[in-house]
């Protein structure tokens, strides 16, 4: 901004052109622009890698085909942007494509960029596969999750403890029988007991029983995350229709997110990887919702 109102002083007094002072003006939109994009990204799983698994949905080999499209659209995507690849697994498809796939995408905000791609893809094409040439529907269904690292930190508040001492048993030597140094927790909102006698006071045991129960906890979270997951996969294979989130329509060089109403003619762009703008649109428009 600074830089722009230097040059247009510079253009009164005839020491700038119009059309610097024109490009200078569209580089420090484009800056502000990242800048309210990027501050949509605020949550702490926002910033970890992620894991992105794709699923072929209705529509048989055309389906495993279009799967395999998206596959390759995302991998272009992640390798665009410096981000490390690696593809977990990979179900071949009976005649072309993938019934499904998974791919580890490590890089800053990985997830965050790529959390609103969570959904129904519904691809319409002249099919390769039929002899009479006729469009087709199919579908693919797309997940992502956060891989979860050390900056994810589980909170536990002291009030929902309950602790408890006791002596230790087995062996250990006098020390260890003679004083209460084992300790025993409870999570109060959860029910998780935990105990502790491995260290020798009581401190060490509480700072042990409590690591012992984040890890706990934590699992436990994971463990909801995945049942989710797995609703929401069966809600998408309930409604094929209902749950889709973008259409790539080929003949009529058409790609339109349903969410937004954001929509480009550039098919091809898209599927080798130039998504940016879709997944700008999808955080923006999140972010100006009501919550």
């Known amino acids: 901004m600074e830089d722009l109102e230097v040059l247009a002083e510079f253009q009164k007094e005839g020491e700038a052109t119009e059309e610097e002072v ?4 569209q580089e420090a939109l484009k800056a502000l622009e990242d800048l309210e ?47 490390k690849v690696s593809l977990l697994n ?4 009976d005649v072309a494509g993938i019934k499904s796939a998974e791919l580890e995408i490590q890089g800053d905000f990985a997830y965050g960029l790529l959390k609103g791609e969570n959904g129904v893809h519904r691809l319409v094409r002249i099919s390769p596969y039929n002899a009479q040439g006729k469009r087709m529907t199919s579908f693919a269904s797309v997940f992502v999750h956060p891989l979860v690292d050390d900056r994810i930190e589980v909170e536990i508040n002291p009030a929902d403890l309950e602790w408890d001492t006791f002596r230790a ?6 020390h260890v029988n003679k004083t209460e140094s084992a300790v025993r927790v409870r999570h109060l909102p959860s029910g998780i007991v935990v105990e502790c ?18 890890s706990r906890l934590y699992e436990r979270e994971l463990q909801k995350l995945l049942e989710e997951r797995n609703k929401l996969e069966a809600e998408k294979k309930k409604n094929e229709w209902g749950s889709q989130i973008r259409s790539y329509v080929l003949d009529d060089r ?21 998504i940016d703008e879709f997944l700008k649109a999808y955080l923006m428009n999140k972010e100006e919702s009501p919550s």
């Open 197 to 214: 006698q491995q260290e020798r006071s009581q401190h060490q045991n509480r700072e042990k029983a409590l690591q012992m129960l984040k």
């Open 169 to 174: 048993s087995g062996a250990g030597g006098q």
């Open 254 to 274: 058409r790609v339109k997110d349903h969410r937004t109403g954001y929509q480009t003619g550039n098919t091809d762009a898209v599927l080798n990887g130039e």
């Open 22 to 25: 024109e490009a200078k003006y």
């Open 90 to 93: 990979r179900q071949e498809g």
């Open 37 to 83: 994009f990027r501050s949509t990204l605020n949550k702490p799983e926002d910033e970890l890698g992620c894991i992105l698994e794709i699923n072929a949905g209705a529509g048989g080999t055309e389906a495993c085909d279009w799967a395999e499209m998206l596959l390759r659209m995302y991998t272009m995507w992640a390798e665009k942007k410096g981000f």
